[in-house]
């Protein structure tokens, strides 16, 4: 009998120990993987985000109002580091972002227009009559009946010029300022003056915008400053002048064009 109950007893001491091991090992694997059904769920969600639009075989819509949002739905979404993000294919018609991929991020736009074989897409800023804060895209169509992202330019008001109300500012400007300014090279500004001294000259202007743009040979900025006068009675001084510059690798802005000339 006594050795019956010992035999007992050292199954159930067996039991106990391989039960305990097979709860450590649980433990250790849950801590290891929290919640494995949020990791699924998440690692789903990761492959659904990652799922390129481009997948889609159908061709593009020929019908503009496929492009162009109600005025109640419009929103501008653009920044400078968002368009420059953007990939142009140019020429090579190859590597460009796809018509489908820009809208399902950006929304549709404000304009859109079929030319041929090119479709203009436009967001422009609500209100914005001017373009102070506008995107033009250019997409080409593909053999595949598909549009991808060829040419672009856009319009972002200046951050990094500081400006002035037209209200407050009072014009020290004459012809013979604007005429003794020397405008380089169209494209590059080369050989052109410096922003800084003139804005060392004559101050902060009323209005600063942007001008970037990738026709297939890179990005390239320009920056356009005005100097809007309601205030001066002094006929002697000019109430509207406007000036462009082309941004340098070393962020230099030298000038493109001036007006008003003779």
């Known amino acids: 009998q006594r050795k019956k109950v010992l035999s007992i007893i050292a199954l159930v001491l067996a039991s106990l120990i391989f ?7 649980f433990v250790r694997q849950a801590q290891n993987n929290p919640n494995p059904t949020e990791q699924t769920e998440s690692k789903k969600s990761d492959e659904k985000d ?13 019908d503009v109002k496929d492009y162009i949002a109600d005025s109640s739905d419009f929103k501008f979404k653009w920044t400078k580091s968002k368009f420059t993000n953007l990939k142009f294919s140019s020429y090579s018609n ?9 809208v399902k991020k950006f929304g549709k736009g404000s304009n859109a227009t079929i030319s041929g074989e090119s479709l203009n897409l436009e967001y422009r800023k609500s209100g914005d ?3 102070r804060e506008s995107v033009h895209l250019i997409f080409r169509k593909q053999y595949n009946g598909k549009f991808i992202l060829s040419d672009g330019y856009a ?7 500081k400006t002035v109300s037209e209200k407050s500012y009072k014009s020290d400007w004459t012809q013979a ?3 003794a300014l020397t405008v380089g090279d169209s494209s590059t500004g080369k050989g052109g003056d410096n922003l800084n001294e003139v804005l060392k ?4 202007p009323t209005e600063a915008r942007e001008s970037i743009s990738n026709y297939g040979d890179g990005f390239k900025t320009s920056l356009k400053i005005f100097y809007n006068s309601n205030a001066s ?7 509207y002048v406007s000036l462009e510059f082309a941004q340098q690798s070393n962020d230099d802005y030298l000038l493109t064009y001036k007006y008003p000339t003779k």
């Open 19 to 25: 039960l305990v091991s097979g709860l450590a090992v």
């Open 50 to 62: 990652d799922t390129d639009v481009d997948d889609d075989d159908s061709k593009d819509s020929t």
């Open 94 to 102: 190859k590597n460009g972002d796809s018509l489908k991929s820009v």
């Open 129 to 131: 009559d001017d373009e």
């Open 155 to 161: 319009y972002f008001t200046s951050k990094d010029i």
């Open 177 to 179: 300022d604007v005429d």
């Open 201 to 204: 000259k004559h101050g902060n």
């Open 233 to 239: 009675n002094d006929s002697s001084k000019l109430s």
